[in-house]
Every structure is written in C-alpha cells, then in structure tokens.
C-alpha cells in the first residue's frame, strides 16, 4: 500500500516557467488537497477536492490551477512560477471529513 | 471565512513540565477539530482529532485536548513533557469541507 506518492521531491524553477506537480493515492480517498507549508505560517490550503470531477479554492489559490479527472489523481499546475512560490507542498488525502490527512512526502520547490 | 489563529509560536518549557497550547478558530458551523505534530523532518502526525461527543478528547503520547464552543477554543494539553515532545504543533479546524491550519507551535523541550 503506497499511500500517497508524490513527485517529483525537489524542482527548481526560473520564473515565469511551468510545471506540474504529481500526486496519486491508492486507499481510494474522496477527500484530496495541495498545502504549502512556509516558516511561521503553516500549512495554507491551496486548493483541495471531494471526489472526481470536483475541486475547489482554499486560503491561497492564485498561481496554481488543479483537476480532478480520476479519484487516485490530482495535480497542482504552476501556470507561470514567480518567487513568491517558493516553498515546500504536501499533496495530502483523507477518507471523509473527520478523518485523518495522508500526506504525500512534499516538494521542495525553488523559483529564481 | 474559516480561520485558525495560534498564540504561542514558540514555547520553551524544561521536562516535567506542564504544557498548554492555545487555539482558537473561526467558523459559523459544525467544525472537526484536530492537532498534528510535525517532528524534526517528518511529516504531520495526529495527535488527536474531536468531532462529536464528549469535549475532552485524549490522543496519543498523553496528549490531550479541550472543545469550548462557547470559546471556539481547542486547547491541547499535557501534564508532563518529555524532551521528546519537541516539536511544531498544528491545530486544524474542518468547516465545509475545508482543513484549514493555524500557524503552528514550535515547542522546545530541555531536558
């Protein structure tokens, strides 16, 4: 049972440059969400989804566009990367809503 | 809008003592409530999560936590802690849908 796989775990980007960042799971999860994770501010939730077909906006959405087209996968797309994305993301899935989060390993990602 | 606001950013606290972390939440509706950990390169953990029920919710490693409502508060505590306890802790409130974290908690432990 991998859990959930995310890749790749260190990138570095120019700006203004794209790119996609994977994750899958495999416990058939409804719940699925990408965080950012940056010193003194914790986990910010960028945008997450509850199943298939389904997706939607959390804390800080602007920069990053998702889908959900199968229930094992969901990728964050960095439309056109700026500094101000630099930080570590963590692709996270949960069973139902008052269950526990599986988080992904995360992603180092530098924009210069 | 759902939000999590976290007091203490840093703790520095000697073995044995007693700890209590506050956080306070935001949100018009039903709320789940959880605490994570985040030990020194690791990932999340649950500490503990309340969703229904009684307000005082024990978790692992004798961690513990309170439901307020009256106070949108979800403390957590622990009598005794253990330079193993050095950490950053999270509190995260589920609204509709969305687990939204607070800014986290460093705790140090000195033995």
């Known amino acids: 049972n991998a859990g959930v796989t995310q890749t790749p775990k260190f990138q570095v980007l120019k700006t203004g440059q794209s790119m996609t960042l994977q994750c899958a799971q495999d416990?058939?999860?409804?719940?699925m969400s990408w965080y950012r994770q940056d010193p003194g501010m914790g986990l910010r939730l960028i945008h997450y989804?509850?199943?298939?077909?389904?997706?939607d906006q959390g804390e800080v959405p602007n920069g990053y566009n998702v889908s959900r087209s199968t229930t094992e996968d969901f990728p964050l797309r960095l439309l056109s990367a700026a500094p101000s994305q630099t930080s570590v993301y963590f692709c996270?899935?949960?069973?139902?809503?008052?269950?526990?989060?599986?988080f992904g390993s995360g992603t180092q990602l530098s924009v210069l | 809008a759902q939000s999590v606001s976290q007091h203490n950013h840093h703790v520095i606290l000697s073995e044995a003592a007693s700890l209590e972390l506050g956080c306070n939440y935001s949100y018009g509706g039903t709320v789940n409530l959880f605490w994570y950990v985040q030990y020194p390169g690791q990932h999340l953990q649950l500490l503990l999560k309340?969703?229904?029920?009684?307000?005082l919710v024990k978790g692992i490693k004798g961690f513990e936590a309170e439901f307020i409502k009256s106070k949108f508060s979800f403390n957590l505590r622990k009598p005794s802690v253990q330079w193993s306890d050095t950490a950053e802790y999270f509190c995260?409130?589920?609204?509709?849908?969305?687990?939204?974290f607070g800014a986290g908690t460093r705790l140090a432990v000195h033995p």
């Open positions: 996270a899935s949960r069973r139902d809503r008052d269950e526990k989060l599986f």
């Open positions: 309340y969703f229904s029920g009684d307000p």
């Open positions: 989804s509850v199943g298939a077909g389904i997706t």
């Open positions: 995260a409130v589920n609204g509709y849908n969305k687990l939204i």
């Open positions: 416990m058939n999860h409804e719940y």
